[in-house]
Each structure stands twice: as C-alpha cells, then as structure tokens.
C-alpha cells in the first residue's frame, strides 16, 4: 500500500465555529482521502484527540465506522453536539426558555441586558452596548459601541460618567465570583492549583463574571441534564471564550497561545454573546459548502461500548476516553486507519480547557486535565514523551499494513521535531512526512526499521551527514532556493527513517534531551560552508541555496506553473481547493508547493464565471497562446526592421536585432511565466540587451516568482533583462512613426505606458 506522501488540502469554508481558540480540527475534505485510500467500506476508523465533526461526518459519509475520542470532556461533549444537535425549533425554544426566566422580577435576558445600559450620544435615550472597549493599563472602559433601538444610531462612541458609574454596581470578588471558583476547583484542591485558576477567573471583568455565573446557574437549574442542557453547555463554553477578556477587537486576531490580555481588549454583551452562540452552533452543525454526505444527524452510540455491541454499519461514536483505556475496548489490531489531529503543546489551551470545562461541566470530568493545568511553560521533551507513550498503545491497535496519520494545522516546527521522536520511541516507521506552510501531514506505520549504524562513524557525526544530505537533496530535487520549514521536515524524515533518532533518545549521555542534541547538530550543520543563506521577499523569508549546486531540477515554481495549467487546461470548472489537490498529487514531500504560489498560477491562467469554480481563459488555450506568440515574432521582426536594424529569428532567442555583425536587442517570447529557462540565455549574446516578452496576464506571476527567488532577482539584474508585455508590442507597431523614444514606454512589468514618470530607456 503506496502512502499518501503528498499534501492534502483541505476545504476552506471561512466559518470560526464554536470554541475556535481551543481547537485543531482535521480540516474539511483531508479525511475523505485517507479513508478511501486506506480503509474499506464498513471498517472502522479510529480518531483519538478528535477536535471537530467535520472528522466524523467524511467517515461515516463513507460508509465506514467513525470511532472518536478525547480525554477532554469538554471538547468531547462539543463534538457531539456539533454532530446530534437539537433541532432549530428545539434550540430556539430552549434559548428563549432560559432568556424568559425571571431573575429579581425581569426576564434574564433583560436582566442581563440591563448590566450593559447606556445612553445613544444621537437622541440620549436609553440603549444597550453590544460591547465595552477597556484600556489595560487605565483598568477600565475607554469607548463602547451600540446600536439604538430608538434612533438607529449604530456605531463606537465616548464613555459617559454614568456608565462607569455601573462598574461600581457590580462586586469584583462576591458570591458569583465564589460560585464559580468552588465549581472549578473544590477547596479540597491543592492550594497552587487553586491560585492558578484565581489567576484564570482574572481574565474576566467582574461585570462578565457576574452575567456569566448568573447564566451557569440557570442553565443548571432548568436543564441539569440531557441533550437540551449539554447544548446549552455548548453555548457558555463559546460565551466563556467570547466574553473573556483575551477577546481581541474587531478586525484583529487573537493570540492563540497566551493568557495576557492585549492592550485593549472586549468586554461583549453576555446575553448577545449567548444568542449569537445558538447561531454559530446551527452553523457549526451543517456541512460546509463542497463537503460530501448528507446533512441528516448521524447515529451516534451513547458509548464506546455500546458501538462495539451494536456492531452496525455507519453507526459512529464520540466518547471521553483515554488513550491508554482503549485496548479494554477496541480489539487489538483490528484497525486499518488511525487518523487524528494531535493535541497541542499549548500551556494556555490547556488552562482555559480546564477552566471552561469546570465551569460549565464540574471540576470532576475535567479531572484528566488536571496535570496539564500545572504546566506553566510547555516542554517539548515532556511532550514528545507523552505522545510517544499515546502512540505506542495505538500501534497495538493497527493491522501490520494499517496506517496512523497526524494532521497538524497552523504548527510550530517544533512540534514536528516531538512527533517524530515520538514516533521513533514507540518503534513506529515514518512513511511520509509532507509540509506546507505552517501544516504537516505525517504518515506513520507499524513497520519499524532498525537503526543502521555504520563503523567507526559516531552518533553526532552520522547526525550531522544525514541532515546535509537531505539538505542537499531537497535543494536540488526543488532546483530553487529552498524555505527552512521545508528543510526541516525533511531532516526529519530522513533522520527518523535512518533511525537516529531512536538511537538519539537512547544514548544515555544526551543532555538536557534527544530534542536539544539533534538540533545542535543540524545547528551546526547550517553553518557549513556548502550552503547558502538568502533572504527573499522583503526580508521575511530566509531561503537556502548551496554554495556549489552542480546538477539541478527545473525549478519547481515554473513545474508548479506548467502542472496547473494542464490541470485547468483538463477541467470543464473546478475549485480552487480541488485543483491544489491535483497539483498536490504530482509533487511529493519536500516538493510540495506553497499555496500561494498555488494560488498566483491560478490567477495567471483562471477565471471565475462562477463563484467559487475556476476554468481556463479562452485566451490561454495552447492553440490560441501560440498563434499570438507566432505573431509576435513577426511583429518584433516588423519593428526591428523598422528602426533600421536587421531583425531575424534566432535561436536560443526568438527574436535578434543587429547593427552590423552585432547583436544590439533579443528577445525570448513566451507565453508561460517560466523564467527560469529564460534566465539561462543570457551568456548566449554578450553585448546585446536581453527582453521577455509575455502576456500582460503572465506578469503578476513573473513578478511574484522573481519576489520569491533572490537568485534570479540577481541574474535579472545582473544581465539587465527587462520584461515586455505583448500589447505594448501591438501598440507600437501600430503607431505610424516609432523611434527609439518610444520604445521605451513598453519597458517594465508594470503597464509603462500609462505611467510616464515611470519609463525607462531601452539603449
């Protein structure tokens, strides 16, 4: 069974979703993969650490058997509520029920509402604020923003002294404040773990806490249990993450893994907070544009155990279960596909899991959470020796050709490096290792190889050949300066798959961890005098290159070029994400391209007649490409004749213009964006001044390939190659009277001749 070594992209629906700072969900459409490569149908697929119902639908939507775990009892419950939600009515009428409830006479949604009165600053009647701004350092709100019921008047306006006032209203340590730290952490708890989630309950202003812990009491009042209440859960666990003070302001992004507040932060309408959860949950619950399946709610077991009585095809089950506990259950190898998106190493994830599940679930089923809430900073070794005890109960539970697959969205390389060793300690093959960006596919198998040791050769010294040989590789294999995440995966494949790191965790003198020796070594790697730092695209990206190349692919962003347009060229329409999939496919492992390289082919040659699904331009059929090209040639000929030179076709160049024996002008005329090829002619006429001739829709994608690659930057530099678009040939042969002054408008990638300011010469 050949492993799935390329990237698998995933279905970009736009949607945050409920609880989105806590999760790492498998993205939308890379599931569907897996399972049809490497399972049957009726078979079950395992899922442990399971974030997401995106997972379970493609499973069973597959007709196989989805079997999803996680030892956090909170992510558990969300999950299983995304899948088997109430129904719209159901919903509606339990929101309303719980607003409806009195609190001191009122209604709790007027209650609640009544917290964050204001005045409108248009007609000075009374209004609610969606959302207070506060300033850290003033320790209290600086603006607000409303939407008045009276007037109208929608927008952020100046506090006012009596809504400061209202602050003093609310106690800032009282009974809700008590409540709520008694349900999270009892007082029999240890006195740090208690100051920890003190610590915690600060991330909410006292007028929050206070809504937050009235809403609780509520919930557990009028739906102590069932699905009605676990939904309702649901909903304060998405309040919880909105309405604490980590919430950033409109337009900006949180920071994922911290617990400091920014500078200026939300303090949101609690109740509207709450509303707007019952809208994210029914949202969350349907599919996502382009997923396959049907949008009816699954048949879900109560229990891990039930699922395996029933014993029913398409049934699935979603359960709070550790890993070490599955072999009482899941009978050993017996699975052909374990697919799962591992937990992060994120301290701050892990405190708020424990918070948030406390506070809406009770501190004991978040008990299981309890270690990791002690871990203030996260320790990589620690990690990779955690996953590695996880992995090696789960190897037990694949056939011999089974396959166990990591999917990482949005990660450190870091990670990586612990997942790897991981992999290695628990005696598991890494099959493939693909990455794009910040997102990883690893592909891990039970056929473990022992380690090959070679005489007299130390562990350091093996270390440190293996890196510069898949170093060197990768470079030549990409045949263009090479991003260090790629670099990176790739070390660690071939130092996994030559098993030093196995022997890495067992040397007994490594100090402080197997971690911290492999990367001295490629640290000291990197410093080799055979390669080459670069710095591309403004300096945000360190590239790498070799001092002395030798032999050489093409260079992958031109291969990348031709692949999807023969995908374009093949398609009657298709989405932007399927044909990532297909140029995926033809590039494997360190091969794989960025997506936005991606994303600028398919600008070059696409366009969109429907929303959403891309088609190759009429233009840029290869019959119609090249007729213009041809007539270009002629039409340089023409203007080169013109100007009094003699003007012939010549090879490598299309196009040549001599004074005399003398080549004063050439010219490459493509039709493609492949500048690498172009770039290698210009020993081939000393003297002479070098052009590309292109589409004007090619020069956004020359543009950005020249941004990503300073090696060509300076050859175009060097050589003096100036780039022309074929409309500004058309334009100039069509004038009556051409001289060299006006030549020098179609010079430039950008469209000189509407830029006067900007021309250059073109002698």
């Not at 698998?8 to 609880?19: M, R, S």
């Not at 109560?302 to 089950?317: D, K, M, N, T």
């Not at 045949?479 to 130092?495: C, D, N």
């Amino acid at each position: 069974m050949e492993p799935i070594d390329y990237f698998v992209p995933g279905i970009q629906d736009g949607e945050e979703g409920i609880l989105p700072r806590l999760r790492w969900p498998i993205p939308p459409g890379v599931t569907e993969a897996y399972v049809a490569a490497y399972t049957e149908p009726g078979e079950g697929v395992l899922v442990p650490y399971c974030q997401g119902a995106a997972v379970v639908r493609e499973i069973l939507s597959a007709g196989r058997r989805a079997i999803a775990v996680n030892f956090d009892a909170l992510l558990a419950l969300v999950v299983r509520t995304e899948l088997a939600p109430p129904s719209v009515r159901d919903l509606d009428a339990t929101v309303a029920r719980v607003g409806d409830s009195f609190k001191q006479g009122v209604p709790l949604r007027h209650y609640l509402a009544g917290l964050y009165a204001t005045t409108c600053p248009a007609c000075q009647r009374p209004a609610v604020a969606d959302y207070f701004v506060w300033d850290q350092e003033q320790g209290q709100p600086v603006d607000k923003y409303l939407r008045c019921a009276a007037c109208g008047w929608d927008g952020r306006a100046a506090m006012e002294p009596e809504d400061t006032e209202r602050l003093k209203e609310v106690p800032t340590q009282g009974m809700h404040y008590h409540y709520v730290l008694d349900r999270v952490s009892p007082p029999s708890q240890e006195r740090a773990l208690r100051s920890r989630l003190e610590y915690l309950l600060e991330l909410y202003t006292p007028r929050n806490l206070y809504a937050l812990a009235e809403l609780t009491l509520k919930i557990e009042s009028l739906y102590p249990q069932g699905p009605l209440g676990q939904a309702l859960k649901v909903l304060l666990v998405d309040c919880l993450d909105r309405c604490s003070s980590l919430a950033p302001l409109p337009g900006r992004s949180g920071r994922r893994r911290s617990l400091r507040r920014p500078g200026r932060f939300l303090e949101r309408n609690v109740w509207l907070a709450f509303e707007e959860a019952a809208v994210r949950l029914r949202t969350s619950a349907e599919l996502p544009p382009g997923q396959a399946g049907s949008k009816s709610v699954p048949q879900l077991a109560a229990s891990l155990e039930a699922f395996y009585s029933a014993g029913e095809e398409g049934i699935g089950v979603v359960d709070q279960r550790l890993v070490r506990d599955l072999p009482r259950t899941v009978p050993p190898r017996s699975l052909r596909l374990i697919l799962t998106s591992p937990p992060p190493l994120d301290s701050a994830a892990w405190s708020l899991s424990y918070l948030w599940g406390g506070w809406s679930l009770g501190a004991e089923p978040v008990a299981p959470l309890r270690s990791l809430l002690r871990q203030r900073t996260p320790d990589t070794a620690w990690y990779a020796r955690v996953i590695a005890g996880s992995l090696a109960t789960l190897v037990d539970l694949l056939r011999d050709d089974g396959r166990l697959v990591l999917i990482l969205t949005a990660q450190r390389p870091t990670i990586v490096e612990a997942l790897a060793l991981a992999a290695s300690q628990a005696r598991m093959g890494i099959k493939a290792l693909v990455q794009r960006g910040a997102d990883y596919r690893l592909e891990l198998t039970p056929a473990f190889l022992q380690p090959v040791t070679i005489p007299h050769e130390s562990l350091d010294v093996q270390i440190r050949r293996v890196v510069m040989e898949a170093m060197v590789e990768t470079i030549r294999a990409c045949g263009e300066p090479v991003a260090w995440p790629t670099l990176h995966a790739a070390i660690q494949q071939r130092l996994a798959q030559a098993g030093l790191l196995t022997r890495a965790a067992e040397r007994a003198e490594a100090a402080p961890s197997p971690l911290d020796l492999v990367a001295e070594r490629v640290s000291e790697v990197l410093d080799s005098p055979g390669l080459v730092r670069l710095v591309a695209d403004g300096g945000r990206k360190e590239l790498w290159w070799l001092a002395e190349p030798g032999e050489v692919a093409p260079a992958l962003c031109d291969r990348v070029e031709i692949a999807a347009y023969k995908v374009l060229q093949g398609a009657l329409a298709l989405t932007e994400t399927d044909l990532a999939a297909k140029v995926y496919a033809q590039f494997p492992g360190p091969l794989t391209p960025d997506a936005d390289l991606v994303a600028a082919c398919l600008r070059a040659y696409g366009n969109e007649p429907t929303p959403g699904y891309w088609q190759l331009r009429t233009e840029d059929l290869p019959e119609a490409r090249q007729a213009e090209r041809q007539k270009i040639i002629e039409r340089l000929l023409t203007l080169g004749r013109r100007l009094g030179y003699r003007a012939e076709v010549q090879v490598p160049f299309d196009v040549a213009w001599f004074d005399g024996e003398q080549a004063r002008a050439v010219f490459a005329v493509r039709w493609q964006a492949v500048v690498g090829e172009a770039l290698t002619l210009a020993d081939q006429a000393a003297g002479a001044r070098f052009y590309l001739v292109i589409p004007g829709g090619r020069a956004a994608l020359v543009s950005f390939k020249l941004a990503r690659n300073p090696l060509w930057q300076e050859a175009v530099d060097k050589a003096g190659w100036w780039f022309v678009k074929y409309r500004h040939v058309r334009q100039l042969v069509d004038q009556p009277e051409v001289d060299e002054y006006t030549l020098r408008t179609i010079v430039g990638l950008d469209p000189i001749v509407e830029r006067e300011t900007a021309q250059l010469p073109l002698f």
